[in-house]
T-cell receptor, first 114, second 116 residues
Framework: NAGVTQTPKFQVLKTGQSMTLQCAQD?????MSWYRQDPGMGLRLIHY???????DQGEVPNGYNVSRSTTEDFPLRLLSAAPSQTSVYFC?????????????FGQGTRLTVV | DQQVKQNSPSLSVQEGRISILNCDYT??????FLWYKKYPAEGPTFLIS?????DKNEDGRFTVFLNKSAKHLSLHIVPSQPGDSAVYFC???????????????FGQGTTLQVKP
């Protein structure tokens, strides 16, 4: 059982380049989300999805796009990378259940924009 | 505007003693609270949670206390072990609302060091 898989693990981009961070889960979870972790800022929500075809913005959505065409996949797109997007990115998934909103996280993607 | 705050960036305790990590929140709509543990180069992993209808939840060495009137929760680890050294994040969610989106709002994290 792979859980939540993120690729790549590391990436260096030049300012202005675009790329897609991949996220896949095999737990049939309805909810998926993207967070970024920065020193002193904790985990901040970028975008989230409550199911296939439905996405919404989180706390820090600017500069990022998402789509959810399947239950399993939730890619995060950087259209024109900026140094301020240097961060560690985590994808998470969880069930839609009033008793449990425990989220399972991937291992992260460390992105550096130069 | 930080809805979930962990005001202590770091905590150091001796092995065998109690570790107490604190978290404050401002949004009264939050009704479910979680603690996550994160080791370097790994994703956060779920540790323990508590619903707002309870004031205490215990799981082995880990106990979470919730004080709704003070909008404060704490994580107690007894006894602390060197393997507990990690970053601890508290998180909150409003799952009882009609728009249950599964969103988790995290605090800044507290780095716990347990010395042998």
């Amino acid at each position: 059982n792979a859980g939540v898989t993120q690729t790549p693990k590391f990436q260096v981009l030049k300012t202005g380049q675009s790329m897609t961070l991949q996220c896949a889960q095999d737990m049939n979870h309805e909810y998926m989300s993207w967070y970024r972790q920065d020193p002193g800022m904790g985990l901040r929500l970028i975008h989230y999805s409550v199911g296939a075809g439905i996405t919404d913005q989180g706390e820090v959505p600017n500069g990022y796009n998402v789509s959810r065409s399947t239950t399993e996949d939730f890619p995060l797109r950087l259209l024109s990378a900026a140094p301020s997007q240097t961060s560690v990115y985590f994808c998470a998934s969880s069930r839609r259940n009033h008793q449990n909103t425990e989220a399972f996280f991937g291992q992260g993607t460390r992105l550096t924009v130069v | 505007d930080q809805q979930v705050k962990q005001n202590s960036p770091s905590l150091s305790v001796q092995e065998g003693r109690i570790s107490i990590l604190n978290c404050d929140y401002t949004n009264s709509m939050f009704d479910y609270f979680l603690w996550y543990k994160k080791y370097p180069a790994e994703g956060p992993t779920f540790l323990i949670s508590i619903s707002s209808i309870k004031d205490k939840n215990e799981d082995g060495r880990f106990t979470v206390f919730l004080n709704k009137s003070a909008k404060h929760l704490s994580l107690h680890i007894v006894p602390s072990q060197p393997g507990d050294s990690a970053v601890y994040f508290c998180a909150a969610s409003a799952i009882g609302t009609s728009s249950n989106t599964g969103k988790l709002i995290f605090g800044q994290g507290t780095t716990l060091q347990v010395k042998p």
